[in-house]
């Protein structure tokens, strides 16, 4: 077969396979048992899946190789010979009639700060994966239906680790985001920005419900587009099980417009078959494609949450410059000691002042930075969504920072120092992250724009030279001071322009330098950022605590007709007085940060903003104060998590942030439990079995409303993972619980939550309640399995859990 980079440049749309799970069932799959243990047994039967596929008009299929990690396969099973062995199936299915794509999914398992896995052990993870599939013949690795950025990042990391095969990667929505909060938008800013070589969405829902997704990609696509929608909606039929009732024809016809949007590859997912592709190859075969060219190529930096564009068109962005030691002894102390109280609480200020941007930097002096960035890039990303600016000289500290970060962040900064731009350039490229370009060549700061300008190009060459795009590059206009160079300014202002209109780059600037060394700070820098934004620049590093400041930019933008209807100005500013208003972002300010109300109780802050390293703190000052444990929890603790439970039905939070408030709230119960025991007596709380169903080994959903109700004050007892239903019911017994969780993620595994319903009434055990869980699962099973309820999420399954215990 040609190299399937190839593929990707022609003018005609291309056809992937569809599902596998539905047909290896018919094909004797067993229930509960991986599909990839089941292909090493009974290779014949997924050969001529494969063979079916081909034979359909698939010219790409994919592998059995989707729980291929050692995290889905378990300990006894080999990584590397399964996935080979599977890749060389489909390899021989193909022949040099279809391409062979293998499947990556996702580990079940989150990296720090939302699990214990490092982002390392996630990409050492892929690679043993990866290394299989290449050494059995795949054209093209494709991460499928991930639903974490920092994993889908892990994928292609891996990817480009092992081989130089073409990487596509594929998310899954919840409507507008992904499970972490991604929206589909800012999944493809962050694999742009890491230069693959497809992107794509599948499951999740039919085609008539991902259009909206593919829709929402639509701005910035300029990279080839792969679709797969399940066949319909999830139901159940007489018997109870789960079927996907839209037909060949009727999926063919939905589909197809996918290819009308953009998209080069469409395919199939949950519950299509060889029927499926075959009728959408037959009605969509003659469409042509061509690359899109979207109008707006803003860089765009990223975290799980947000995304953050820079560039012509789009508001300018500040990038708040506060978490830097510079005169800060406090901040200087703390990062000597490995601490972070202080950079968090100067992170959280600035979001509150809606800096939609962080720099951070930890430079000082007995401060290893490759130790503390990396530490402190966590926590930050644990606490907040805000997209983060890497501020550091020390190359190796970036590359440590870049590894734990989960988005695109900016890298502050590479020079025209030697050496400089070969160390950082491939970095940044290899990880996706855009990177302020500093027109600084040698010891001679460059006065006059064309020395500037020329020193760019010189190291835009540089960078192209090698392999490092120069649509990750925002120039640095360099702002140097008018007390001494009083024609700088204005070479800043025409290097500004230049970058903006000739090289069509994104600017930023350190916009404090311009007035170093006179009076009147805040009056000159607002007034040379105003005339700097009507240059076109993109984003400046400041301190949003300046008024003045905040005043201009929200003036500029309005005046430069980027702010509609003025509506962000009107909503800050309706109160301001010649002698200064209040100038506090509004509430519909798309700059503002989230967390409680500025009135709130400190213990109900600390819950709503995810503080879990200072919320003890906080409940030893309010005891010591004379408030009682069970008037902390009930005022202010209870109500906090509750708040954030609102938040997250409301999707202003997401799981990230849920995650957050419920271990903040957790090590809150580590000090008042014992004092609450100790003045009621121990309290009885309602007991509750937790368990993943037999043969499903996903815990992700179930480990979280664990969390959750031990929050909400159950008595949680957690069995895990594959749990058979003798266990579970033996369990309930054992404890007197009054509820069982059940979770699964799998359609062939949920079935097994009928054992356990049936064995408790068998064991007269019909006051304990059930409830059950997980991706696949409805009211409608729930009810005709004699369950008690079902919950899509964690919030849900609090309250549900309340009711049936009351």
């Not at 043993?128 to 974490?148: P, R």
């Not at 007390?483 to 025409?494: F, G, I, V």
């Not at 607002?526 to 993109?538: I, K, Q, R, V």
Request: hydrophobic share 40%; proline share 6%; aromatic share 6%.
């Amino acid at each position: 077969m040609p190299d399937f980079r190839k593929l990707l440049k022609d003018d005609q749309v291309r056809f992937f396979d569809g599902g596998y799970g539905t047909l290896l069932q018919q094909r004797g799959l067993p229930p509960g048992m991986s599909p990839e243990l089941f292909g090493l047994k009974s290779p014949d039967a997924v050969l001529q899946v494969h063979r079916d596929y081909l034979a359909a008009g698939a010219q790409v299929l994919t592998t059995n190789t989707f729980g291929g990690s050692r995290f889905k396969l378990g300990p006894d099973a080999d990584v590397y010979d399964l996935n080979k062995a599977m890749c060389t199936l489909a390899r021989k299915a193909a022949g040099d009639n279809a391409f062979v794509a293998a499947s990556i999914g996702p580990t079940g398992h989150f990296c720090e700060p939302l699990g214990e896995l490092t982002f390392r052990e996630l990409v050492q993870a892929y690679k043993e994966q990866i290394q299989g599939c290449v050494d059995g013949g795949a054209d093209l690795i494709l991460g499928e239906t991930h639903f974490d950025l920092a994993e889908a990042r892990a994928v292609v990391i891996a990817t480009r680790e092992v081989c130089d095969l073409p990487v596509a990667v594929s998310m899954t929505f919840e409507g507008a985001n992904s499970l972490t909060g991604t929206t589909p938008l800012h999944f493809i800013d962050t694999m742009q920005n890491m230069g693959v070589d497809m992107v794509a969405t599948n499951c999740s829902a039919g085609p008539e419900q991902i259009a909206d997704v593919v829709r929402a990609m639509l701005p910035r696509l300029s990279t080839p587009l792969y679709v797969a929608a399940n066949a319909g909606l999830p139901e159940l039929d007489e018997n109870g099980n789960t079927v996907f009732r839209l037909g060949p024809d009727d999926f063919a016809k939905q589909s197809t417009r996918f290819f009308d949007m953009g998209a080069k590859f469409v395919g199939g997912c949950c519950g299509t078959g060889p029927d499926h592709i075959r009728a959408l190859a037959a009605c969509s075969r003659e469409k042509s494609w061509s690359l899109p060219q979207p109008e707006d190529r803003a860089v765009v930096l990223t975290s799980r949450g947000e995304g953050v564009p820079l560039g012509k068109g789009h508001p300018a962005v500040l990038i708040g410059e506060r978490i830097n030691p510079t005169g800060k002894k406090q901040l200087i102390h703390e990062l000597q000691q490995g601490e972070q109280t202080e950079a968090l609480r100067l992170a959280g200020e600035q979001v509150d002042r809606g800096a939609p941007v962080l720099d951070v930097n930890v430079g000082a002096p007995m401060v290893d930075e490759t130790v503390t960035l990396p530490a402190l890039v966590k926590a930050l990303t644990g606490r907040f969504t805000t997209p983060l600016c890497l501020d550091s000289s020390t190359p190796g500290a970036v590359a440590e920072a870049l590894w734990a970060y989960p988005g695109s962040p900016l890298v502050n900064s590479i020079s025209g120092d030697p050496g400089r731009m070969a160390e950082l350039g491939p970095l940044c490229a290899r990880f996706g992250a855009p990177f302020i370009l500093l027109p600084i060549k040698g010891k001679k700061l460059p006065v006059t724009a064309p020395e500037r300008i020329a020193i760019i190009e010189q190291l835009l060459d540089e960078a192209e030279s090698l392999g490092v795009p120069r649509r990750l590059a925002v120039v640095d206009g360099l702002a140097l001071t008018v007390s001494s160079k009083p024609e700088a300014a204005r070479a800043t202002l025409e290097t500004i322009r230049y970058c903006t209109e000739e090289l069509g780059l994104a600017t930023t600037l350190g916009l404090s330098n311009v007035s170093f060394g006179l009076p009147a700070r805040d009056l000159l820098n607002s007034t040379f950022l105003s005339m700097c934004l009507a240059s076109g620049l993109a984003s400046f590093i400041a301190n949003p605590d300046s008024a003045r400041l905040r005043e201009a930019l929200a003036a500029s933008e309005v005046l430069l007709n980027r702010d509609p209807q003025a509506t962000y100005f009107i909503n800050t500013y309706s109160d301001w007085k010649p002698t200064g208003g209040t100038g506090q972002p509004g509430t519909n300010s798309p700059q503002q940060g989230t967390g409680g109300e500025p009135d709130s109780h400190p213990l109900f802050s600390a819950v709503v903003k995810g503080n879990k390293d200072g919320i003890t703190a906080l409940v030893q000052d309010a005891l010591d104060q004379g408030n009682g444990p069970f008037d902390l929890v009930d005022e202010h603790l209870i109500p906090a998590i509750m708040d954030v439970g609102e938040k997250y039905e409301r999707k202003e939070y997401f799981l990230p942030q849920l995650i957050q408030s419920a271990e903040t709230l957790q090590n809150a119960f580590k000090i008042l439990n014992p004092l609450m025991e100790a003045d009621s007596g121990k309290q009885e709380r309602p007991c509750v079995i937790m368990a993943t169903v037999e043969g499903d080994i996903h815990d992700i959903g179930k480990n979280i409303v664990c969390l959750m109700l031990r929050n909400h004050g159950f008595n949680v007892v957690d069995l895990g993972k594959d749990v058979t239903a003798d266990r579970i019911v033996q369990a309930a017994a054992e404890e007197g619980a009054k509820l069982v969780g059940l979770s699964a993620l799998m359609t062939t595994t949920m079935v097994r939550m009928e054992d356990t319903v049936r064995l408790l009434r068998e064991k007269g055990l019909e006051h304990v309640k059930v409830m059950i869980g997980g991706a696949v699962v409805t009211e409608a099973f729930a009810e005709s399995i004699g369950a008690h309820g079902c919950s899509t999420d964690a919030v849900t399954a609090v309250k549900l859990a309340k009711q049936l215990v009351n």
